[in-house]
Nanobody
């Protein structure tokens, strides 16, 4: 399974970015997927989760109402639309897939067994 993130970059506070995660070796319509982020000196934290049907979504409170997770089954890709960006959103963002891992929660890193290499998001004030 390979996950490749793209779409990161720099943005001003209040701006928007959309991250993409292209999957190969797994079908997003059959897989629970998530977005995580890690800022320097901080632990990796769950941002958003989408189930295999795309119907059930979870968000961390810090991004609820600002970020939207979606999936495109035809492109085998999930997205994270990030609006009203804040400097605190600055981090490396990772895509994750759960195929066999023991499920301990949608925003728990140990629930996922495949990870991308990440894409950097930097938000300036």
């Amino acid at each position: 399974v390979q996950l490749v993130e793209s779409g990161g970059g720099s943005a001003q506070a209040g701006g928007s970015l959309t991250l993409s995660c292209a999957a190969s070796g797994a079908t997003v319509s059959d897989t629970w997927m998530g977005w995580f982020r890690q800022a320097p000196g901080k632990e990796r934290e769950g941002v958003a989760h989408i189930d295999n049907g795309g119907d059930s979504k979870y968000y961390d409170d810090s991004v609820k109402g600002r970020f939207i997770i979606t999936q495109d089954n035809a492109k085998n890709t999930i997205y994270l639309q990030m609006n009203s960006l804040k400097p605190d959103d600055t981090a490396m963002y990772y895509c994750a897939a759960r195929l066999r891992c023991l499920w301990i929660g949608p925003l728990r890193a140990n629930s996922y067994d495949y990870w991308g290499l990440g894409t950097q998001v930097t938000v300036s004030s």
